[in-house]
Nanobody, 124 residues
Framework: QVQLVESGGGLVQAGGSLRLSCVASGRTARSYVMGWFRQVPGKEREFVSAISWSGGSTTYADSVKGRFTISRDNAKNTVYLQMNSLKPEDTAVYYC?????????????????WGQGTQVTVSS
């Protein structure tokens, strides 16, 4: 079993920055892909970004490309999401996810474990 705990959410003005963190614990011995998703009430969970085990491969949703950066520190079992130039439409609950298989997937059903989420609110 794997547990994921996100932190770093909060309230920020448009144009500001936040850095989300997600720590994985439990049975994380094998390599895994990490992803970030977000969700607003009444809408489906939306892919934001994913990163390979080595960190050498990353992918982003078009809506965040050039503004968000995903990274990871495997020694700390932690993945980060640096969010710059935030917009009101970035407001959502952000979820960390872990995928035991290979491939940077954007479909949330391809991920095996999820965190509890952290709220990000961007004011205009």
């Amino acid at each position: 079993q794997v547990q994921l705990v996100e932190s770093g959410g909060g309230l920020v003005q448009a144009g500001g920055s936040l850095r989300l963190s997600c720590v994985a614990s439990g049975r994380t011995a094998r390599s895994y892909v990490m992803g970030w998703f977000r969700q607003v009430p009444g809408k489906e969970r939306e892919f934001v970004s994913a990163i390979s085990w080595s960190g050498g491969s990353t992918t982003y949703a078009d809506s965040v490309k050039g503004r968000f950066t995903i990274s990871r520190d495997n020694a700390k079992n932690t993945v980060y999401l640096q969010m710059n130039s935030l917009k009101p439409e970035d407001t959502a609950v952000y979820y960390c996810s872990l995928r035991l298989g290979l491939g940077l997937m954007s479909n949330p059903s391809r991920y095996d474990y999820w965190g509890q989420g952290t709220q990000v609110t961007v004011s205009s």
